[in-house]
């Protein structure tokens, strides 16, 4: 059984970090795509963050490059997502997903991922 547990979620004031993590089980984790998402009250849930599963490729949402850095740690079965100089408008429910894809290509819309977990909450203050 495929599970995806994300942590690391909380309150933080404006400019402020996080670090999220999402820990995998039942997964062949180096040949999955690893993505972010998150999803604001009323909104779309929308792409992040992406990283290829051997880690060679990354991708960002304008949004965010600059500021937020994901990595994976394919040992520990783990994708990471730290947050810097957070804005209120980061304030999210954060969903990391799996996408089955071998080489570099890093997808950014939701329905190309297989696996999604349940979401950690990231509330900024202004």
């Known amino acids: 059984q495929v599970q995806l547990v994300e942590s690391g979620g909380g309150l933080v004031e404006a400019g402020g970090s996080l670090r999220l993590s999402c820990a995998t089980l039942?997964?062949?984790?180096?040949?999955?795509?690893m993505g972010w998402f998150r999803q604001a009250p009323g909104k779309e849930r929308e792409f992040v963050a992406g990283i290829s599963g051997s880690g060679g490729n990354t991708r960002y949402a304008d949004s965010v490059k600059g500021r937020f850095i994901i990595s994976r740690d394919n040992a520990k079965n783990t994708v990471y997502l730290q947050m810097n100089s957070l804005k209120p408008e980061d304030t999210a429910v954060y969903y990391c997903?799996?996408?089955?894809?071998?080489?570099?290509?890093?997808?950014?819309?939701?329905?190309?991922?297989?696996?999604w977990g349940q979401g950690t909450q990231v509330t900024v203050s202004s």
């Open positions: 997903a799996a996408d089955f894809k071998f080489g570099m290509v890093v997808a950014t819309t939701s329905y190309e991922y297989d696996y």
């Open positions: 039942g997964l062949t984790f180096s040949v999955y795509t």
